[in-house]
């Protein structure tokens, strides 16, 4: 059975996708910076409740230089065309009767006292093993995939960026700490390196059926 047509599109930006480290400076497009937030947008999250914010960095002034200096002086942030943290609230926005849930659960059918019934269980358990904030970080890095596949389709190179200092991310952002993670750093633009051969291990060394 011959796969459709797109998706040997996405199986060709995924294999196009490396590692860029540095960038030639010039700032995206408006509709590539809006492409590739929406593309985080419509990601997945734990729940549907999207515990992200997208903090969008462009070139220059004093916020890109503090960004630069928070992610240990890669130049990959300095040179970026698009600088994008997604940043993760802290763990008392999950109460299962705080506003932030009760907000984003009133969307869903049944409202909050269905979606209640649902988070509730499993809620405990992150909270009782300390784990809230390590579950809402890891919704970053879905979206941080789908937004690097996403630019490698439009012809945009990107980096995820894990080396920071987080307090000072979100000093140059302008993010209370108290209420924001960061869950990852990403990087877009055009290349001033060559591509990287992309190496990975071969389908059947890494899956199995069982």
């Not at 419509?42 to 220059?60: C, D, Q, T, Y």
């Not at 916020?63 to 200096?69: P, W, Y």
């Not at 080396?163 to 952002?173: H, P, Q, R, T, W």
């Not at 924001?180 to 992309?198: D, M, Y």
């Amino acid at each position: 059975m011959a796969l459709p047509e797109a998706a040997m599109a996405f199986l060709s930006a995924m294999e196009a996708r490396w590692a860029c480290k540095l960038f030639d400076g010039r700032p995206l497009a408006a509709e590539e910076e809006s492409y590739l937030l929406d593309c985080g947008r419509l990601s997945p999250s734990s729940f549907g409740l999207e515990p992200w914010s997208f903090l969008a960095n462009r070139p220059g002034g004093q916020a890109r230089e503090a960004l630069f200096q928070a992610c240990f002086a890669q130049e990959g942030v300095r040179t970026a065309g698009l600088v994008v943290a997604i940043l993760v609230r802290r763990a008392e926005a999950y109460d299962p009767d705080g506003p932030f849930v009760l907000q984003r659960s009133n969307r869903f059918p049944g409202g909050h006292p269905v979606f209640r019934a649902d988070f509730i269980g499993y809620y405990d358990y992150l909270k009782a093993s300390g784990r809230l904030e390590e579950w809402a970080k890891a919704q970053a890095y879905i979206a941080c995939a789908n937004m690097m596949t996403a630019a490698a389709a439009a012809g945009i190179d990107s980096c995820a960026i894990e080396g920071y200092k987080e307090d000072d991310v979100l000093a140059a952002l302008g993010a209370s700490p108290s209420t924001w993670r960061v869950g990852i750093v990403l990087v877009f633009g055009r290349p001033a390196e060559p591509p990287r051969e992309k190496i990975r291990e071969g389908l059947l060394e890494i899956s199995e059926f069982r």
